[in-house]
């Protein structure tokens, strides 16, 4: 199938990721296909597919695929939550995503661990052009008061004391919920640049790769990955993950 002229897919591993961004779609059509409700129309003058992945690198690999083989988008953005990695990245912090580990990935001795068999690669480098453009989007979203205009709607960030902050950085992505300070120590240990954990970002990454189509990923740190994983979560997805995703990739779409 040819690809559709200049179509940019936008996935979110959680309907309330990208529910905000919904709306936006004009002239909206609606497949389902692979088990997934894909709505495809235009944001400003880009046109655009979003879908509902799933959670785990599973689920969002066969979504992207689906994406790049079956609808012919040219590149792909993933929006979502992520539990932070280090100290100094706090709640509502935005992290773009520079490159991605998947840091379960281990076929030691064969290859190094989190290296990609027969790709050669551990880490996937997100496309430079995309990740800046969505930087600064990022940027004038929180400098612009977004950021804690949605957190004052949702009645406050737990644990948040400054204005969030926009960080490029590395990404570590695995199938498991990182919910406690020594599973946290541990992805951090086996990739000590990553800023964040997220469950999708790499396996997105590596089907882009494999593909040839540019692909980004934009994170909003929902929790500490630690114990309070489940209330801090909780919290963000009622309403500012996907407002995120809305101001932040709504933006970036119609800039």
Known sequence: MSRGRGVIG?????????????????????VERAGRRFV???????????????????????TATELIVGHGVERIVFSGVAGALRDEVDIGDVVVARRLFQH??????????????LLGVTGIEADQGMAGELERVAGRFVEDGGAERVWRTAGGRAGGVRMPRVLLGDVASGD?????????????????TALCVEMEGAAVGQV????????????????????GVEESLGAVLGGVAGAYTA?????WLRS
Request: include cysteine.
């Open 208 to 227: 882009c790769f494999e593909h040839g189509v540019p692909f980004a990923c934009v994170r909003m740190i929902s929790d500490g990955a630690d114990e």
């Open 247 to 251: 101001g932040i990739v709504g933006g």
């Open 176 to 192: 498991r919920v990182i919910a406690s300070a020594g599973d946290r120590m541990a992805v951090a240990g086996r990739v000590p």
């Open 10 to 30: 936008v996935m979110g591993a959680m309907p309330e990721e990208i529910d905000a961004l919904v709306p936006m779609v004009e002239g909206a059509e609606v």
């Open 40 to 62: 495809r129309g235009r944001v400003g003058r880009r046109e655009v597919m979003v879908v509902f992945s799933r959670w785990g690198k599973v689920a969002a690999a066969s």
């Open 104 to 117: 379960d990935l281990d076929a030691s001795p064969f290859f190094r661990p989190m290296e990609v068999p």
